[in-house]
Nanobody
Framework: QLQASGGGLVQAGGSLRLSCAAS????????MGWFRQAPGKEREFVAA????????AYADSVKGRFTISRDNAKNTGFLQMNSLKPEDTAVYFC????????????????WGQGTLVTVSS
Protein backbone atom coordinates (compact mmCIF):
# COMPACT_ATOMS: atom_id res chain seq x y z
CA GLN A 1 0.00 0.00 0.00
CA LEU A 2 1.20 3.50 -0.85
CA GLN A 3 0.03 6.64 0.91
CA ALA A 4 0.79 9.99 -0.68
CA SER A 5 0.47 13.11 1.45
CA GLY A 6 1.59 16.70 1.69
CA GLY A 7 -0.58 18.30 -0.94
CA GLY A 8 -2.46 21.52 -0.38
CA LEU A 9 -3.09 25.04 -1.56
CA VAL A 10 -0.08 27.26 -2.14
CA GLN A 11 0.58 30.54 -3.92
CA ALA A 12 2.67 30.68 -7.04
CA GLY A 13 6.34 30.74 -6.13
CA GLY A 14 5.75 28.73 -2.99
CA SER A 15 6.90 25.27 -2.00
CA LEU A 16 5.43 21.96 -0.92
CA ARG A 17 6.96 18.64 0.04
CA LEU A 18 5.07 15.51 -0.87
CA SER A 19 5.63 12.22 0.92
CA CYS A 20 4.96 8.67 -0.19
CA ALA A 21 4.81 6.10 2.60
CA ALA A 22 4.92 2.43 1.69
CA SER A 23 3.69 -0.49 3.71
CA UNK A 24 3.28 -4.17 3.03
CA UNK A 25 6.26 -4.51 0.71
CA UNK A 26 9.98 -3.84 0.70
CA UNK A 27 10.17 -0.24 -0.45
CA UNK A 28 13.90 -0.43 -1.12
CA UNK A 29 13.40 -3.10 -3.79
CA UNK A 30 11.50 -0.76 -6.10
CA UNK A 31 12.08 2.27 -8.23
CA MET A 32 9.77 5.11 -7.27
CA GLY A 33 8.02 7.55 -9.54
CA TRP A 34 5.81 10.58 -9.17
CA PHE A 35 3.15 11.32 -11.74
CA ARG A 36 0.46 13.97 -11.88
CA GLN A 37 -2.91 14.37 -13.48
CA ALA A 38 -4.58 17.71 -14.07
CA PRO A 39 -8.32 17.97 -14.72
CA GLY A 40 -9.16 16.83 -18.24
CA LYS A 41 -5.61 15.71 -18.95
CA GLU A 42 -3.75 12.42 -19.00
CA ARG A 43 -1.52 11.34 -16.17
CA GLU A 44 2.03 12.51 -16.87
CA PHE A 45 5.48 11.71 -15.59
CA VAL A 46 7.01 14.14 -13.08
CA ALA A 47 10.07 12.51 -11.51
CA ALA A 48 11.56 9.13 -10.66
CA UNK A 49 14.37 7.65 -8.61
CA UNK A 50 15.95 4.22 -8.78
CA UNK A 51 15.63 1.76 -5.91
CA UNK A 52 19.14 2.60 -4.69
CA UNK A 53 18.76 6.33 -5.14
CA UNK A 54 21.74 6.53 -7.48
CA UNK A 55 19.81 7.81 -10.47
CA UNK A 56 16.97 10.27 -10.96
CA ALA A 57 14.89 11.52 -13.86
CA TYR A 58 12.71 14.61 -14.25
CA ALA A 59 10.19 15.93 -16.69
CA ASP A 60 11.51 19.00 -18.47
CA SER A 61 8.68 21.07 -17.01
CA VAL A 62 9.86 20.52 -13.42
CA LYS A 63 13.64 20.18 -13.85
CA GLY A 64 15.46 22.57 -11.58
CA ARG A 65 12.39 23.17 -9.43
CA PHE A 66 11.49 19.71 -8.10
CA THR A 67 13.72 17.23 -6.29
CA ILE A 68 12.93 13.58 -5.73
CA SER A 69 14.50 11.63 -2.88
CA ARG A 70 13.92 8.55 -0.77
CA ASP A 71 14.70 7.08 2.63
CA ASN A 72 14.61 3.31 2.29
CA ALA A 73 15.12 2.81 6.02
CA LYS A 74 11.84 4.65 6.61
CA ASN A 75 10.01 3.21 3.60
CA THR A 76 9.28 6.73 2.43
CA GLY A 77 9.87 8.77 -0.68
CA PHE A 78 9.65 12.50 -1.18
CA LEU A 79 9.06 15.13 -3.82
CA GLN A 80 10.26 18.60 -2.89
CA MET A 81 8.51 21.15 -5.08
CA ASN A 82 9.83 24.69 -5.21
CA SER A 83 8.93 27.72 -7.32
CA LEU A 84 5.50 26.28 -7.91
CA LYS A 85 3.46 27.53 -10.84
CA PRO A 86 -0.30 27.44 -11.48
CA GLU A 87 0.33 24.85 -14.21
CA ASP A 88 1.67 22.49 -11.51
CA THR A 89 -1.88 22.17 -10.19
CA ALA A 90 -2.83 18.48 -10.31
CA VAL A 91 -3.38 15.34 -8.31
CA TYR A 92 0.06 13.86 -7.63
CA PHE A 93 0.51 10.10 -7.48
CA CYS A 94 3.45 8.08 -6.26
CA UNK A 95 4.17 4.66 -7.70
CA UNK A 96 6.56 1.75 -7.27
CA UNK A 97 7.88 -0.56 -9.94
CA UNK A 98 10.84 -2.59 -11.16
CA UNK A 99 10.73 -1.98 -14.90
CA UNK A 100 12.33 0.58 -17.17
CA UNK A 101 12.20 3.20 -18.52
CA UNK A 102 11.50 5.20 -15.39
CA UNK A 103 9.42 7.76 -17.28
CA UNK A 104 6.89 5.24 -18.52
CA UNK A 105 3.66 4.87 -16.59
CA UNK A 106 3.46 1.15 -17.28
CA UNK A 107 6.85 0.61 -15.61
CA UNK A 108 5.05 0.91 -12.27
CA UNK A 109 2.93 -1.77 -10.66
CA UNK A 110 1.76 -0.16 -7.44
CA TRP A 111 0.07 3.23 -7.12
CA GLY A 112 -0.97 5.45 -4.26
CA GLN A 113 -4.30 7.26 -4.08
CA GLY A 114 -2.96 10.69 -4.95
CA THR A 115 -2.70 14.01 -3.18
CA LEU A 116 -4.06 17.26 -4.58
CA VAL A 117 -1.75 20.20 -5.19
CA THR A 118 -3.36 23.53 -6.04
CA VAL A 119 -1.20 26.51 -6.98
CA SER A 120 -2.95 29.86 -7.08
CA SER A 121 -1.73 32.75 -9.21
Amino acid sequence: QLQASGGGLVQAGGSLRLSCAASGRTFGNYNMGWFRQAPGKEREFVAAITWSGDSTAYADSVKGRFTISRDNAKNTGFLQMNSLKPEDTAVYFCALGRSRPLRRRTSYDYWGQGTLVTVSS
